[in-house]
């Protein structure tokens, strides 16, 4: 079984400064980690995917995440926050099968 | 966004009410899911189809019904629903149901039952 735990609910940043959304996972198999985000009245998109491969994953709009087996963490990070990544980040876990298990969700405001 | 598509975008309806949400993924895929969004929840997995058969069903009461005619389109049927099931609906698809595959997800369907 997996699980995952995103810390924050809501995280508040200003534009230009660095964004930390956070996530632990819980995993009985090797897991596969994504973030995905949501934008207001919109679906979830795929912002990266972690795959086993490279621990450092890279992916769109500046976003990149860090697995760390020892922490049990796949945080979100982004040097600089733009206006248009408000939104709600979602963690998300999938080990066995086809059964993913998203988190409750992050909501990053960027104040001006 | 354009892969998948999920229509209508909003439905109100009645408790008494039958309706269906549609969606439809234009990327090849073997495998759509329907999951239920609530407010202040995480993500509910409803059901998933792989290669157009049922392979899980969440332990969702009978009142959601769904139906998958082929691998690129997906059906929620609703009937005599109940006010806690207003929630954005959402549709995904994925290659296949294999592990750690990624899902694509459609707009969602606003659904607000009075």
């Known amino acids: 079984a997996q699980s995952v735990t995103q810390l924050d609910s809501h995280v508040s940043v200003s534009e230009g400064t660095p964004v930390l959304l956070r996530c632990n996972y819980s995993?009985?198999?090797?897991?596969?980690l994504f973030w995905y985000v949501q934008h207001p009245n919109k679906g979830l998109q795929l912002l990266l995917k972690?795959?086993?491969?490279?621990?450092l994953v890279k992916g769109i709009n500046g976003f990149e995440a860090e697995f760390k087996k020892s922490e049990t963490s796949f945080h979100l990070t982004k040097p600089s926050a733009h206006m248009s990544d408000a939104a709600e980040y979602f963690c998300?876990?999938?080990?066995?099968?086809?059964?993913?298990?998203f988190g409750a969700g992050t909501r990053l405001t960027v104040k001006p | 966004e354009t892969g998948v598509t999920q229509t209508p975008r909003h439905l109100v309806m009645g408790m008494t009410n039958k309706k269906s949400l549609k969606c439809e993924q234009h990327?090849?895929?073997?495998?759509m899911y329907w999951y239920k969004q609530s407010a202040k929840k995480p993500l509910e997995l409803m059901f998933v189809?792989?290669?157009?058969?049922?392979?899980e069903n969440n332990s969702v009461p009978s009142r959601f019904s769904p139906e998958c005619p082929n691998s690129s389109h997906l059906f929620l049927h609703l009937h005599t629903l109940q006010p806690e099931d207003s929630a954005l609906y959402l549709c995904?698809?994925?290659?296949?149901?294999?592990?750690?595959?990624?899902?694509?997800f459609g707009p969602g369907t606003r659904l607000t039952v009075l």
């Open positions: 995993s009985s198999y090797s897991p596969s």
């Open positions: 998300v876990v999938s080990g066995d099968g086809n059964d993913m298990r």
């Open positions: 990327l090849g895929h073997n495998a």
């Open positions: 189809y792989n290669f157009k058969e049922q392979t």
């Open positions: 972690y795959t086993s491969a490279a621990t």
């Open positions: 995904a698809s994925s290659q296949d149901g294999g592990p750690g595959g990624t899902q694509y």
